[in-house]
């Protein structure tokens, strides 16, 4: 989550490339129908209005990227959830 001192024109460039970076791991690792999902959902938030709504969106599709790695991780490892 971004700092709540500043506003969402500040902090929506950061954020949107943490959601392309995530988004270029996912598909290294093979998640590519998912990453791309990610990414299109981020280029409508990020290509509209600035503001709060569009922030939370953000910060929503960074936590889908890490959520998703961290299972990718798991699943790599033979740990729960590996079926």
Same mark, same amino acid.
């Given at each position: 989550?971004?700092?709540?001192?500043?506003?969402?024109?500040?902090?929506?460039?950061?954020?949107?490339?943490?959601?392309?970076? @995530?988004?270029?791991?996912?598909?290294?690792? @093979?998640?590519?129908?998912?990453?791309?999902?990610?990414?299109?959902?981020?280029?409508?938030?990020?290509?509209?209005?600035?503001?709060?709504?569009?922030?939370?969106?953000?910060?929503?599709?960074?936590?889908?990227?890490?959520?998703?790695?961290e299972a990718l991780d798991r699943s790599a490892e033979g740990g729960p959830g590996t079926g």
């Amino acid at each position: 989550m971004m700092s709540s001192e500043s506003s969402p024109a500040e902090d929506l460039p950061a954020l949107y490339r943490v959601i392309l970076d @995530g988004v270029a791991v996912l598909e290294r690792r @093979g998640a590519r129908v998912e990453a791309d999902r990610i990414r299109r959902a981020a280029i409508v938030a990020y290509s509209t209005a600035w503001d709060e709504t569009q922030l939370r969106a953000l910060e929503q599709l960074a936590m889908r990227c890490r959520l998703l790695s961290e299972a990718l991780d798991r699943s790599a490892e033979g740990g729960p959830g590996t079926g």
